[in-house]
């Protein structure tokens, strides 16, 4: 059993709409991370959160808003998306490094929230 | 910049029997982390078995072992008594360290490994 949750499983959305993926851990974890997957492909990495603050932003366009409210939460905003944005989205979680030493932390994944564009 | 080949986009394998995935990579560091994903049909990525470069012994995890060749840059992953839930896309990923928690997975393309009854 994942102990990363994702809400929703699956969402349609317009073009013009507004909507949020949201996920959960509760395994301690200070990192956070969005991915997108499309069909047949790896993951493709989005944004980083750590301690609560955005690390890392893969030049994704504006109209994806990742926001952090508390250790445990990670969502993703979603506004004017086009059809190409289609995807499995894949919320992520681990632990954090400490500021100045090196470490490879372990990335576990939630089940992810299918999305689809129309 | 760090590269992950997996040669073989599609495997099958009978059911209780072996099978082994390659993956190769390419990197300039000495020190890194390599880790097997799976993601069956459902699609949620499920950690496999993970390998800290530093570590001469191959990381095994019940059924499942690594063949760690560091020099060759070289991660295979062999499944043993094969069932048919191991059937699954299997990403092969490798990590350099970093600070402060912005953990970077590179990801290989995948290899679909079918499990037949």
């Known amino acids: 059993d994942t102990e990363v949750t994702q809400t929703p499983k699956h969402l349609v959305m317009g073009m013009t709409n507004k909507k949020s993926l949201k996920c959960e851990q509760h395994?301690?974890?200070?990192?956070m991370y969005w991915y997108k997957q499309k069909a047949k492909k790896p993951p493709e990495l989005m944004f980083v959160?750590?301690?609560?603050?955005?690390?890392i932003n893969e030049s994704v366009p504006s109209r994806f808003s990742p926001e952090c409210p508390n250790s445990s939460l990670l969502n993703l905003h979603l506004h004017a998306l086009q059809p190409e944005d289609s995807a499995l989205y894949l919320c992520a979680s681990s632990q954090a490094g400490v500021t100045g030493l090196l470490s490879g932390n372990t990335i576990y994944f939630g089940e992810g929230s299918w999305l689809t564009v129309v | 910049a760090q590269t992950v080949t997996q040669s073989q986009p599609e495997m099958s394998v009978q059911e209780a029997e072996t099978v082994t995935l390659s993956c190769t990579y390419d990197?300039?560091?000495?020190?890194?982390?390599l880790f097997w994903y799976k993601q069956p049909p459902s699609r949620q990525m499920i950690l496999v078995i993970r390998?800290?470069?530093?570590?001469?012994q191959n990381a095994t995890e019940n059924r499942f072992s690594v063949n760690f060749q560091k020099a060759a840059k070289s991660f295979s992953l062999k499944i043993s008594d094969s069932q048919l839930g191991d059937t699954a896309m299997y990403f092969c990923a490798f990590m350099k360290p970093s600070q402060g928690g912005s953990e970077k997975l590179v990801f290989g393309k995948g290899t679909k490994l079918t499990v037949n009854p």
């Open positions: 395994m301690g974890h200070r990192a």
């Open positions: 990197t300039s560091e000495s020190n890194y982390y």
């Open positions: 959160y750590s301690y609560e603050k955005l690390s």
């Open positions: 390998q800290e470069a530093y570590k001469q």
